[in-house]
C-alpha cells in the first residue's frame, strides 16, 4: 500500500503546494507513521521466521551428514554384540540386526520435523491461492464473465478462499 503525500510551504499566513515544501498535513504524517510500524513489526517477524528456517536448515544438513556417515562406516557384516553376522542364527544373540541396520533405524527414529519450515511453505501456499482469488475477482470485476459464468467463479473464488484458510489451519496442528 503505497500512499503519495502532499507537501506544503508557509509562509506568514500564506500556504500553497510545494514538491519540496517542509510540511504536510497531519492526518498523512499520521498514516506514513502507521504504515512505518506496520513495515518494522513485518521486518522484525521476518527475520525472526528466516533466522528459524536457517537453524531447520542447519538440522536437515546434519541428517544427512549423519546419513552419509551411516552409509560410509557401518557395517552389516558384523552384529552388534561384535560377531560375524554369518555366525548367528536369525535373533540369536539378541541383537537381531547388523551395524549398519541398527544405525540407519537409529536415524530414522530421530527428530526430522521442520515445523518452522513446513508453516513457511504452507503460507505461501495459502498466499499462491488468495492471488488467484484475487485475479478470478479482478476478472468479474472488470466484466469479463457472463451469465452463468459468474456463479460459477463466484463459487471458486468462495472455495479458494477456504482453501487458503484450510491450508493455514492444517499447519497449525
Not at 560377531?83 to 537409529?106: I, L, R, V
Amino acid at each position: 500500500m503505497e500512499m503519495t503525500v502532499k507537501r506544503y510551504e508557509a509562509m506568514h499566513r500564506d500556504v500553497w503546494d510545494d514538491e519540496s515544501g517542509k510540511f504536510v498535513r497531519y492526518e498523512d504524517y499520521a498514516e506514513l507513521q502507521r504504515q512505518l510500524t506496520a513495515y518494522e513489526a513485518t521486518v522484525t517477524n521476518l527475520k525472526a521466521q528466516a533466522q528459524g528456517l536457517a537453524a531447520e536448515n542447519e538440522l536437515v544438513k546434519q541428517r544427512m551428514n549423519q546419513l552419509i556417515q551411516i552409509i560410509s562406516n557401518a557395517d552389516n557384516n558384523y552384529c552388534m554384540c561384535g560377531d560375524e553376522m554369518k555366525s548367528h542364527a536369525h535373533g540369536g544373540c539378541g541383537h537381531p540386526t547388523g551395524m549398519f541396520d541398527y544405525h540407519y533405524n537409529q536415524w530414522l527414529e530421530s527428530s526430522k520435523e521442520t515445523p518452522i519450515t513446513d508453516a513457511a511453505l504452507a503460507e505461501m501456499r495459502a498466499q499462491g491461492v488468495e492471488m488467484f482469488v484475487a485475479a478470478l475477482q479482478k476478472h468479474i470485476d472488470e466484466g469479463d464473465f457472463v451469465g452463468d459464468e459468474i456463479a460459477v467463479i463466484a463459487g471458486a473464488i468462495d472455495a479458494g478462499g477456504d482453501f487458503s484458510e484450510q491450508l493455514r489451519k492444517e499447519q497449525g496442528k
